[in-house]
């Protein structure tokens, strides 16, 4: 399996086709939030919501083998694209990957322009909160 | 008298650009309108040449500034048609107009068991006074509920007026449907009961004709900012009576008659309510907005922004998934709404990144939102600047948008 690198920079090569041209942009990650949809239904509660998001994002993990598997859903498309970025970079990975990993893709994609401050401090509590649920993991596996 | 758009957008700097590699299309006017030139230049003229204290100074640029800024306060009472120009106050915006007689006549004249009525079509800047000069005072705050188009239901209004009513506190024109409220009407019953009535003008002013003197209302507060003039200035209109009655608002300079250390003795209005040093700069340049308003007449500015309302809610109607929200038969130009099955935050980034600038989520009216069972909407609001064009610009963004879910 590629490592975190490698699919951040796919995930790279994916966006420069796309020229930072916002509306292709946008409307791609929409795409993208729209094909994120295996969140169950029964998890959609208020205690696996992120705080600091402007809209909902809940997030649950389990902890299959040694990895990490995230699931997250959002009510709104574009932050739900932005979690199945998320999700594909840092799911399925050692907590120890997860902690380590320095998420430079989402710079190099242009995203904290497209997004605006709002949305970016919300990518921020998404990103946070996804290596602390690693952090759990890792002290739990240690024990 | 039909406008000339092309020759009035020339007035405006701003609309000149691009968003996103677009043109820029600007419909968030209910939250704030663009300044134009004479606006922009009152201010730089105001802080190059005249820049000085007010109602102290003995030199000449403080004589300067003192009478430019009491020409605003004339202007301003033509505009709202007061009897006096005592009875205007300047504020910082339609807030703090609010709070102001929320403190100062609440502090006065509320008591425990004393009812408030506001509607369900309120701001939060006319919900959370209210709520906390009744939590305060032990008073109750009652809620004009509305239908589904948007319109306060006058049955249930004259249900809750009362006896005990002390104030109605209502908006012309709502910010987030653009429903006009029926307030000569409220204005006069309320009236009948000794209730007094506040009437929030924030985005009727730019619009409609005000007449507080027809209207009879006991005060009435709006913004500079959504009449092309600059932020962070308002205006309290209150009949002298009131406004004599009322305890002072903030203490300070300016407020005051004499100060000892034994008693202070306050001041005359207007001058009672507007302590320290005010927002001289904005306050002379709101003048230059009101004479633009003035030259292009509040009925061909309304005539326009009817015509573009009009349009696009026919146009955007049309699109498979479009669902307006808030269709009361009287409306400013605001419209509201959403695209089936997408989000509004969604919806405001695809438009924006197509140089469309409109407002999206609650309005600040989220006990409205709640009333509809929504998170939010979409809203455009037109402006005497914007023209058919954008607006078919925004039902073609709209339609790309809508198709995305709606196919």
Redesign the interface.
């Known amino acids: 399996m590629t490592d975190i690198k490698q699919v951040q920079e796919e995930i790279i090569d994916e966006f420069t086709i796309l020229e930072g041209d916002r509306e292709s942009t946008i409307f791609y990650i929409m795409e993208l939030g729209n094909k994120l949809s295996n969140y169950p239904e029964e998890a959609r509660l208020d205690e696996n919501l992120i705080k600091g998001c402007q809209s909902k994002v809940w997030l649950t993990t389990e902890e299959k083998s040694g990895k990490v598997i995230f699931k997250a859903d959002s009510n709104t498309d574009i932050t739900k694209g932005l979690i199945s970025l998320l999700i594909r970079v840092l799911s399925e990975r050692s907590p120890k990957e997860i902690i380590d990993a320095d998420l430079y893709f989402i710079e190099k994609i242009g995203m904290g322009n497209i997004l605006g401050s709002q949305r970016s401090n919300g990518l921020a509590a998404m990103i946070k909160q996804m290596k602390l649920y690693a952090l759990a993991y890792q002290s739990k596996l240690n024990v | 008298m039909t406008l000339d758009i092309q020759n009035i957008r020339g007035q405006f700097p701003v609309l000149d650009q691009e968003v996103?590699?677009k043109p820029l299309i600007y419909l968030d006017n209910a939250a704030t309108t663009q300044k134009p030139k004479v606006v922009l230049e009152a201010l730089s003229s105001y802080y190059t040449h005249d820049n000085s204290n007010i109602h102290r100074g003995a030199h000449t640029l403080a004589d300067r500034a003192t009478r430019t800024y009491e020409k605003t306060r004339a202007a301003v009472r033509a505009f709202l048609n007061a009897k006096e120009e005592e009875e205007i106050i300047f504020t910082k915006g339609t807030t703090e107009g609010i709070n102001l007689v929320a403190s100062t006549f609440g502090r006065k004249f509320i008591k425990e068991g004393d009812e408030i009525i506001i509607s369900n079509l309120e701001h939060h800047s006319n919900i959370v006074p209210w709520q906390m000069l009744c939590e305060e005072k032990g008073a109750i705050l009652k809620i004009i509920p509305i239908n589904d188009k948007g319109e306060i239901l006058m049955d249930e209004f004259y249900k809750l007026l009362t006896e005990k009513t002390k104030l109605v506190s209502i908006v012309h024109a709502s910010n987030a449907l653009g429903t006009i409220n029926p307030i000569e009407e409220i204005i006069s019953k309320a009236h009948q009961v000794g209730a007094k009535v506040l009437i929030d003008g924030a985005q009727s002013s730019a619009h409609l004709d005000i007449d507080v003197q027809t209207l009879d209302c006991d005060f009435f507060v709006m913004s500079a900012h959504k009449i092309y003039g600059p932020t962070g200035l308002g205006v309290l209109y209150g009949k002298r009576e009131m406004l004599e009655a009322m305890p002072p608002y903030q203490g300070g300079g300016e407020m005051i008659k004499e100060v000892t250390f034994e008693k202070t003795t306050y001041n005359e209005i207007p001058f009672k309510f507007e302590a320290g040093t005010p927002n001289i700069a904005d306050v002379i340049a709101f003048q230059k907005a009101i004479e633009f308003v003035n030259e292009l007449g509040k009925a061909n500015i309304r005539a326009h922004e009817e015509s573009l309302l009009a349009y696009a809610a026919e146009k955007l109607a049309s699109i498979k998934g479009f669902i307006p929200v808030g269709t009361a038969t009287k409306k400013v130009s605001v419209l509201s709404f959403l695209i089936n099955g997408?989000?509004p935050?969604?919806v405001g980034?695809?438009l924006d990144?197509?140089g469309i600038a409109v407002r999206t989520g609650h309005h600040c009216t989220q006990p409205l939102m709640n009333r509809f069972n929504l998170?939010g909407t979409v809203r455009a609001s037109f402006s005497v600047y914007n023209t058919k064009e954008e607006v078919d610009r925004l039902v073609e963004s709209v339609s790309k948008i809508a198709k995305?879910k709606n196919k």
Do not use: C, I, P, Y
Request: aromatic share 8%.
């Open positions: 996103n590699g997408m989000h935050f969604d980034m695809m990144a197509s998170e995305l």
